[in-house]
């Protein structure tokens, strides 16, 4: 008789916002005796629960949730820190005989997750610098900057984006190397199944719209006035995440709460796009299509792709 063979050390659950990966990943931690660890940036954040639509309690179906409601609003999110974060639950799991369930859809957590990736240290100075230049002479000029120093880098990130100018500036000032010497590959720390869930745009848009109308509805406005008064405002990170911004914009008249939940929507989509983009480039993630999730048969399908990765 053959012998059944251990589950995989790790499964990952990603794809972009509202195609159903919270609840999948408590499905398949039920059925295969695991855990779940968030690989959601923003859900790592105390208090803010509405608008990153992070599960209750009773909605987590009796599974152990970690590394949710670690950061402060004011504490400025870190990859490498999740990374010892996340690596410490793992391992810890697997030793108790665990099977870690990665869900999220922060692409890079997942991949300082899983993936042979190292951070650059970070420089004070350096950093304090070019940001006083972002702010001075604005972003276009740092991304021509960093087009002459790094042209695939500069291809990469947006013109607009100034933190990520900033931060590829100062890798290269700090390691002497192009910042896509230090890009992430695909050599695994933790053998892995990966899981994509992919639902068709026109009915991934739907379920955007959805969510937004359920987070006002359930009080994400209140939400936000109760952590700006625990400086969601000055978080770095925390206050730019979708649907505070927007909310952080109408509390402060800059547009109203209408504008706002119709910008959230508008970014949430923009945003879906970007995460279904970044997780497509890994050819090591196995999606189950539209049509399968729309038959909701998506928990069924996904715990036989995981059984048949540990058979074959």
């Given at each position: 008789m053959r012998r059944q063979a251990p589950p995989p050390r790790v499964i990952t659950v990603v794809g972009p916002t509202a195609a159903g990966k919270s609840d999948l990943g408590v499905f398949l931690a039920q059925r295969?005796?695991?855990?779940?660890?968030?690989?959601?940036?923003?859900q790592l954040y105390r208090g803010m629960d509405i608008g990153t639509a992070k599960l209750t309690p009773a909605e987590r179906g009796g599974i152990p949730h970690h590394l949710l409601d670690v950061w402060d609003v004011t504490d400025t999110a870190s990859v490498a820190e999740y990374?010892?974060?996340?690596?410490?639950?793992?391992?810890?799991?697997?030793?108790?005989?665990?099977?870690?369930?990665?869900?999220?859809?922060?692409?890079?957590?997942?991949?300082?997750?899983?993936?042979?990736?190292?951070?650059?240290?970070?420089?004070?100075?350096?950093?304090?610098?070019?940001?006083?230049?972002?702010?001075?002479?604005?972003?276009?000029?740092?991304?021509?900057?960093l087009a002459e120093a790094d042209p695939q880098a500069a291809r990469a990130i947006l013109a607009g984006n100034g933190r990520r100018i900033v931060r590829a500036l100062e890798v290269i000032e700090i390691t002497g190397k192009p910042f896509t010497a230090n890009l992430p590959g695909d050599e695994a720390v933790?053998?892995?199944?990966?899981?994509g869930v992919d639902v068709e745009r026109p009915e991934l848009d739907a379920r955007i719209t959805a969510r937004v109308?359920?987070?006002?509805?359930?009080?994400?406005?209140?939400?936000?006035?109760?952590?700006?008064?625990?400086?969601?405002?000055?978080?770095?990170?925390?206050?730019?995440?979708?649907?505070?911004?927007?909310?952080?914009?109408?509390?402060?008249?800059?547009?109203?709460?209408?504008?706002?939940?119709?910008?959230?929507?508008?970014a949430t989509k923009r945003f879906a796009r970007r995460q279904d983009s970044w997780f497509r480039r890994d050819a090591r993630v196995r999606w189950l299509s539209g049509a399968e999730a729309r038959r909701r048969e998506l928990p069924g399908l996904a715990l036989a792709l995981v059984e048949r990765a540990v058979t074959a």
């Open positions: 295969l005796g695991g855990e779940v660890v968030n690989a959601d940036s923003m990374q010892r974060l996340a690596r410490a639950e793992i391992d810890r799991l697997l030793a108790a005989g665990r099977v870690p369930v990665l869900v999220g859809g922060s692409g890079l957590y997942v991949k300082g997750a899983i993936d042979a990736l190292e951070f650059p240290g970070t420089d004070p100075e350096v950093r304090a610098r070019l940001e006083e230049e972002l702010a001075r002479n604005g972003s276009g000029a740092l991304h021509a900057r933790y053998d892995a199944v990966q899981i109308d359920r987070m006002w509805e359930a009080g994400l406005v209140d939400e936000v006035r109760h952590l700006e008064t625990l400086g969601l405002r000055e978080g770095r990170t925390a206050s730019r995440a979708l649907g505070y911004q927007q909310v952080l914009a109408a509390l402060a008249g800059e547009c109203t709460e209408q504008e706002a939940r119709a910008e959230t929507v508008r």
